[in-house]
């Protein structure tokens, strides 16, 4: 590894959690040949299982029977979490599989999911990319509350991009409210929604509406942290006859109606060569390096690796996430 990522990965990581509204669009898919390439580019680069309720990541990548999984930390199995950290068979890659999750690990207690977050944004990686479980459960949304970014996967059928909106929804609400209770605003917070609850579910953007009318100064500080969110969209499985714009045209939908902005990082073309690599448990973008859909997770990664992206600190060492 290089010198610039060793000062990198002794620092904060840069934290990716990766969503979608829906299940099947291609989150797993995304994180392995993702986490591939940033490894291949020499970054120290950790990949979480943290789809709770379904894990598979591990089969993905072809490790049938994983030693160690999250829920040995979270039921206090080991005492640190680096000890579920697996090395894989590509350099500077590694992996905490939820294969051998507890079955009641989806529903686990706010203090156990506390630690488990503080331990994930203490780990010491250039990258650690999440994959998440579908929807917009609390415990999927709250692993958006370890950085200030995040990768939305949708496809292009009318179904995923309207659950992609919500679990979009559903994130920067998420954001809000703990950017008010980090800064202790939640009085603010709560005399925006006293004055329209309904509103300030309903559109966002009507919190932060309010709350620049109750107090310009701290209203304006809080627009200003939002802005520094990157949260990035990516179009999968996407084939000859869709439209190529979906994801622009889904990023001024959200602009316009939550007032937020969000980049599209890239189209990914489906392949059915993609299936027969699942089934054969080799990573996708090591046997078909040259195809055109490896073309398109080059683009994405570029998406990701192109920007800035800092951990919030401060969140890390807080309890009232
Ligand atoms: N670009 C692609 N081209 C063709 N098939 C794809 C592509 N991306 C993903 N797939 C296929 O779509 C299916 C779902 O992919 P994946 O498991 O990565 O989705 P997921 O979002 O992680 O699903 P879940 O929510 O169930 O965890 C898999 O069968 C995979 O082979
Ligand atoms: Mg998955």
């Known amino acids: 590894m ?11 990581p840069f934290i990716w959690p990766i969503g979608g509204g829906k299940g099947g669009t291609g989150k797993s898919f995304l994180t392995i040949n993702i986490g591939i390439l940033l490894a291949r580019q020499g970054y120290k680069t950790l990949l979480i299982d943290a789809d709770l309720g379904t894990p598979n990541l591990h089969t993905i990548i072809g490790l049938p029977n994983p030693k160690t999984s999250l829920s040995d930390f ?3 199995t080991v005492s640190t979490l680096e000890e579920t950290v697996l090395e894989m068979p590509v350099h500077n890659l590694f992996l905490i599989s939820g294969a051998r999750n507890k079955l009641d690990i989806a529903n686990f207690a706010h203090e156990q999911k506390m630690k488990m977050l503080r331990a994930i944004s203490r780990l010491h990686y250039d990258y650690i990319l999440l994959d998440l ?3 917009t459960a609390f ?3 709250d692993f958006f509350t370890l950085s200030d970014s995040g990768i939305f996967v949708c496809i292009p059928e009318p179904t995923s991009i ?3 909106y919500r679990l979009i929804r559903s994130v920067y609400i998420r954001k809000i409210r703990q950017v008010l209770q980090i800064n ?3 009085n603010l917070a709560g005399q925006a929604e006293a004055q329209n609850r309904d509103a300030v579910i309903q559109h966002p953007e009507y919190l932060l509406t309010t709350l620049k009318q109750i107090d310009p100064e701290q209203g304006g500080n809080i627009e200003k942290i939002l802005q520094a969110f990157q949260f990035k969209l990516v179009v999968n499985q996407v084939r000859k006859r869709d439209n190529p714009r979906t994801g622009t045209l889904i990023c001024k939908i ?5 007032g937020m902005r969000i980049q599209f990082i890239g189209n990914v073309g489906f392949d059915d060569r993609v299936h ?14 040259h195809s055109q859909t490896a073309l398109d997770l080059h683009g994405v990664l570029q998406g990701i690796t192109g920007g800035t992206n800092r951990q919030t600190a401060a969140l890390a060492a807080s309890t009232s996430i």
């Open 162 to 164: 309207e659950n992609i």
């Open 184 to 186: 202790c605003f939640r």
């Open 2 to 12: 290089n010198s610039i990522n060793q000062s990198r990965s002794e620092c904060t």
């Open 133 to 135: 479980g579908a929807g």
């Open 74 to 76: 979270v039921n206090k």
């Open 139 to 141: 415990n999927t949304i």
């Open 276 to 289: 027969e690599t699942v089934c054969m448990k080799s990573p996708y973008i090591l046997k078909y390096a």
């Open 254 to 258: 959200i602009e316009k109606h939550l």
